[in-house]
DNA sequence: CCGAGTGATGTCATGAACTGTCATGACGGC
DNA sequence: GCCGTCATGACAGTTCATGACATCACTCGG
């Protein structure tokens, strides 16, 4: 138990984003962020390693999240209902946080290395499931091509739930995802 | 044509490349790059917008490269075909250059604000290639479905390809990567 | 109650990544 | 031969990021 709360950094994680809405992320300097949350920039630079990381900080936990949800299952299931589950679990937790997720991939989507470190992030959950899946006794190749798909079409859906105002909940929208990517690959349209 | 060929650009390019090699992305400074290259940290930054840069200039053919697959073929043909021929058209250009790829992985994979980079750059052809597709008279939720799949698989094929020393050409393995799609669906595994 | 220990923070200094601005000097055209 | 162009150099300035060391409030054993 610190003797100073984790105050300075919750301050600086909602000082940096509210910043970043106001003046954009280029435009704010990591001082400014500092002395909104009260603190000096040196503070900043020990809470977080970079001036992104302030804006990725709260993802750390959905990996766990979801390395648990495999964990759990000790019923046999295929590898596809597994990622199916995981990434349920997933849409789970990021449904409710529905309007602090728009405003965060506005951000993000304004500068292309901030859209990196969201790309890399998601490359390192879906290594981590394959080795999860590949720990479960699923083929390596089957668990790789699996967690390939599983986020490629979660980045989609998630970018098209937070573009369109109403429709389909994240969850539901996701577990069509999947499912849907057999009748792509068995129709033949023609272009 | 500028009076000045491109040596500088290419000599700072190699310059970079060989000294990220040697001492590591984050160790070496531009200045070093420009020292060696025979020209000031100023004239990096006037042919590269930062650091990162010089690593990925090289990549920008390749996209026009990939939308001409397109482009070219007037035939009616399938989404699934059209997209096989774009990350053939890609293998081909890769192909003879594994063992610079190769050096240039292993620094990628190095940085995390690398491999972000790279990530990111794949995600722009990924949405350049859906739009062509949908150009091309395919509807966007199949034209975006199959190139996120395409894209997906193209990076898990591309990097198995430089890991492993020996095996199937890149051409070959990435002919059998969609396909092989199908039976991962379609097969019932327990785990 | 007090003094040593602990941990988050501040202060200072430094280096490296960029950026703006102006000067230079070799060319190519006219 | 003069003139504009343009890659480059030179130099100053800002921001990001980190290392070294001091401080201050609280804790805990005595």
Redesign the pocket.
């Known amino acids: 138990m ?3 709360p984790e ?3 919750t301050r600086l994680v909602d000082a940096a984003i509210s910043l970043f809405g106001e003046h954009g992320y280029a435009a ?4 400014e962020i ?1 002395a909104r949350a ?6 900043f ?3 977080f ?4 990381e302030a804006l990725f900080a709260e993802d750390d936990e959905m990996l766990p999240l979801m390395l648990a949800t495999i964990g759990d299952s000790t019923e046999p299931v295929t590898a596809e209902a597994l990622m199916q589950r995981v990434l349920g679990r997933l849409a789970e937790h990021l449904e409710p946080r529905r309007p602090e997720l728009t405003q965060r991939q506005a951000i993000i989507d304004s500068e292309v290395s901030l859209t990196g470190r969201e790309l890399a992030k998601q490359a390192r959950w879906q290594s981590a499931i394959t080795e999860a899946l590949v720990a479960r006794g699923f083929g390596a190749e089957h668990a790789g091509v699996l967690s390939a798909i599983g986020f490629a079409l979660f980045s989609r859906t998630l970018h098209a739930w937070l573009a369109e105002p109403g429709g389909a909940t994240l969850s539901e929208r996701l577990r069509d995802a999947l499912p849907r990517v057999r009748t792509v690959l068995d129709e033949v349209s023609s272009g």
Do not use: L
Request: glycine residues 8%; hydrophobic residues 25%.
């Open positions: 610190p003797r100073w105050d300075s950094r704010t300097t990591v001082d500092a009260g603190v000096t920039a040196r503070t630079f020990r809470h390693g970079d001036k992104e």
